[in-house]
């Protein structure tokens, strides 16, 4: 009867608790967005609007288009639960004028302090057929240097998605690096020889999934002056999620938030828990997500959703039960269907049982009735007299 009595309270329990709770992503009186781009809290454009001027962002407004960024960076979206960004960021070149016999170059260096370069999503990659390219890795611990070298004979030789040291090459980067500058080898690797199908070199930090070799990229100078995706970690704090709980300036600032520590170095980021969606850096940022209102019902037929704080409940009709391996998908409850057709074969019984005796009960009432129209007691009556008269005549002869 109490898990019954439970049940029902968890059917009837409103699924959300706190009004307070709302989907607001920036501060009040912020801007939310720039241009397509949302600007969730902690980033923020302007002063005042972001956990810190490393966060600050600008929003630009170029040829009508508003477009947000980081110093200048141009920032193409922000993701909260990742605790990524993905940026905008120029290539470096360098391309033969065979009229002039010099080389025009442009190298550049990346700087991104107090956040890193994801050193997963991230490759550095080298593009030319006369090319060697070097690569200054730093992180706050330490500096790394490191170089590509590509190079091709012919445009036979090259081969669309490949990047294996002929037309291009690539490789990895350290974790935690904040700061990448490159530049060429021009004085032997110059593009002179190969100038008349390569005159360019490229050397590029870049987002892998979003960079795939083309052939094109060696006969033309499409690359130059372009700019390609590059993912950056951000984080909180400059200490452990254990640490940071206990401090004051704890950022996950949502009742319904947590905290993770940084892959790439110090520093956390914040989630909202399991069954919330939101912003976990906001008060009341984190709110409840109704399952049972997507469009793909999370419970099978025939159960029934009901939306609870933080998660949801199916529950089965009438004749089923919920699967203990499968909370979500209903199946027989054979239980009562057993004791229901046990109760049938009872009652069947009984009924046979009081049906026979009531049928002695009437044989019984005929006979009598019977014995009685046709003088039985009388007889009765004259044969027990007879007996004690021939009892009593025995006895006298003794």
């Not at 019954?4 to 959300?16: K, M, T, V, Y």
């Not at 037309?167 to 004085?187: H, K, L, Q, R, V």
Request: with cysteine; hydrophobic share 30%; aromatic share 10%.
């Amino acid at each position: 009867m109490i898990l019954i009595i439970l049940r029902f309270l968890l059917l009837i329990w409103p699924a959300r608790t706190e009004t307070a709770e709302s989907a607001n992503t920036a501060l009040p009186g912020c801007s939310e967005s720039c241009g397509e781009v949302a600007i969730p809290y902690p980033f923020g454009i302007g002063p005042n609007c972001s956990i810190s001027e490393d966060f600050e962002l600008s929003c630009r407004t170029i040829n009508r288009s508003s477009t947000p960024y980081w110093g200048e960076l141009a920032v193409l979206d922000i993701n909260l639960s990742l605790g990524q960004a993905r940026t905008s960021t120029p290539i470096s070149y360098q391309c033969y004028n065979s009229k002039t016999k010099k080389v025009e170059d442009s190298n550049w260096s990346l700087w991104v302090p107090p956040f890193c370069y994801n050193h997963e999503k991230n490759k550095f990659v080298v593009i030319g057929c006369d090319t060697l390219a070097f690569v200054n890795f730093i992180n706050d611990q330490n500096s790394y240097l490191g170089g590509c070298v590509s190079g091709c004979g012919s445009l036979e030789s090259l081969t669309d998605g490949s990047c294996s040291g002929i037309g291009c090459c690539e490789t990895s980067i350290p974790a935690g690096t904040n700061n990448i500058t490159f530049w060429f080898d021009d004085d032997k690797f110059n593009n002179s020889e190969v100038y008349s199908f390569s005159p360019c070199s490229y050397a590029m930090l870049v987002e892998e999934d979003g960079f795939h070799f083309n052939t094109g990229y060696i006969t033309t100078s499409q690359l130059k002056d372009q700019n390609v995706t590059v993912v950056i970690d951000w984080v909180v704090g400059n200490t452990t999620c254990n640490a940071a709980r206990t401090s004051k300036s704890y950022s996950c600032k949502s009742k319904y938030s947590n905290c993770s520590d940084s892959n790439s170095g110090p520093g956390y980021i914040c989630n909202c828990s399991d069954g919330y969606q939101g912003n976990p850096y906001l008060q009341g940022g984190c709110i409840d997500i109704d399952e049972c209102a997507t469009q793909k019902n999370p419970c099978s037929k025939p159960g029934k959703c009901h939306n609870l704080q933080g998660g949801y409940h199916c529950s089965c009709p009438l004749g089923w039960r919920n699967n203990h391996n499968n909370l979500q998908e209903c199946e027989l409850n054979w239980a009562p269907l057993v004791g229901i057709c046990a109760g049938i074969v009872a009652l069947c019984f009984l009924g046979l049982g009081t049906y026979m005796i009531l049928e002695r009960r009437d044989i019984s009432k005929i006979k009598e009735k019977y014995i009685q129209q046709h003088g039985g007691w009388i007889l009765l009556e004259e044969i027990k007299s007879n007996k004690d008269s021939a009892l009593q005549f025995s006895l006298g002869n003794k």
